[in-house]
């Protein structure tokens, strides 16, 4: 794919662009399930064009498919028909564990062959960019092994972490370059898991991999992390990463003059305290409140700091849509 860069794409536009986490929200506008959705390409493009109907944002997306890795793991799942799965054992402890598991393989895969069919029939209906978001290596190594032992092998396994990495990185990076094949024009990789660490420790095992990965794809390459990364945003900055998708936690106003204008900023109204509880008229007022703050941001995406939670009432999704459309003459 011949590409113009990220920064280029926004400033291209003659307006701000939004791009909103939505989560599940799909599934209630179609009726759909979780599962009858991930296996259905046919299915995946209902949902696509519901929620492009429905809320008409700048970029398409599947339904998020955060767990994929995982799954194709075999890592033991608590499914639901509403929301994403979540994983309820973290089986890798040790190196001959490790050597056990196998790389998936994203042409062999059920799951990721289905997913890269649904991502390949949405890149060749839709004109406006088609995205996705995944795990990272580091949030994938804390769920094979488990928060509180990667915690303590950092320490005193280090070998044995660095083993897992290397087998977390490859499959995320296998998958990741199976998704621009398949028409994907920017891959999110999230890593809240790397809140927990040190800078120093943040650029060794997350920000490594993460270079490597944005280095060898031909998309636009954008970075999530949850929680309070005020400690970590210069590493984050060094990854040759192309946007940064911030949590609500984070001040934006005052992270957007620390970032670089070639870098592109996306955040970060509140899901749950905002999007989910407040009333619509509410959500649009504290939506353009924040864009009134990043006016004079050109690098700026309009977006959640996280995905919206399943039950996030539709018209406050609308309200924050309709806010966010607004002129930066009329704020």
Not at 271 to 280: A, G
Not at 317 to 327: H, K, W
Request: hydrophobic letters at 40%; glycine letters at 4%; aromatic letters at 8%.
């Amino acid at each position: 794919m011949s590409r113009i860069s990220l920064i280029q794409y926004v400033k291209k536009q003659n307006r701000r662009l939004i791009f909103p986490w939505m989560g599940t929200i799909g599934l209630r506008l179609t009726g759909y399930r979780l599962y009858d959705v991930y296996n259905s390409p046919k299915k995946q493009l209902e949902v696509a064009i519901a929620m492009d109907e429905k809320f008409q944002a700048d970029f398409i997306y599947p339904m998020d498919d955060g767990l994929l890795f995982c799954e194709a793991m075999k890592l033991p799942l608590l499914k639901h028909n509403y929301d994403f799965p979540s994983v309820i054992d973290n089986p890798v402890k040790s190196r001959e564990q490790l050597l056990r598991m196998v790389v998936p393989d994203p042409y062999h895969n059920k799951r990721m062959v289905t997913n890269l069919k649904s991502l390949k029939l949405l890149a060749s209906h839709f004109t406006k960019p088609l995205g996705v978001i995944l795990q990272g290596p580091f949030t994938l190594a804390v769920e094979m092994v488990g928060a509180m032992d990667i915690c303590r092998s950092i320490i005193k396994q280090p070998s044995f972490i660095e083993e897992v990495l290397k087998f977390t990185y490859q499959t995320v990076n296998r998958y990741a370059q199976a998704c621009v094949d398949a028409g994907v024009q920017l891959v999110s990789f999230s890593e809240p898991s790397g809140v927990i660490l040190s800078p120093h420790v943040y650029e060794q095992l997350v920000c490594f991999n993460l270079k490597k990965l944005y280095h060898s794809l031909n998309a636009w390459k954008v970075l999530h992390v949850c929680g309070n990364t005020n400690h970590l945003l210069d590493k984050m900055l060094t990854t040759e990463v192309e946007g940064i998708s911030l949590d609500q936690l984070m001040d934006l106003p005052t992270i957007a003059a620390k970032v670089p204008e070639n870098i592109v900023l996306i955040g970060n109204v509140d899901p749950i305290e905002v999007l989910m509880l407040m009333k619509p008229e509410e959500v649009r007022e504290t939506t353009l409140n924040l864009l009134r703050k990043m006016k004079s941001f050109s690098n700026y995406i309009l977006s959640f700091g996280c995905t919206c939670a399943p039950d996030t009432p539709i018209d406050n999704i609308c309200a924050f849509m309709e806010a966010g459309r607004t002129n930066n003459v009329d704020l």
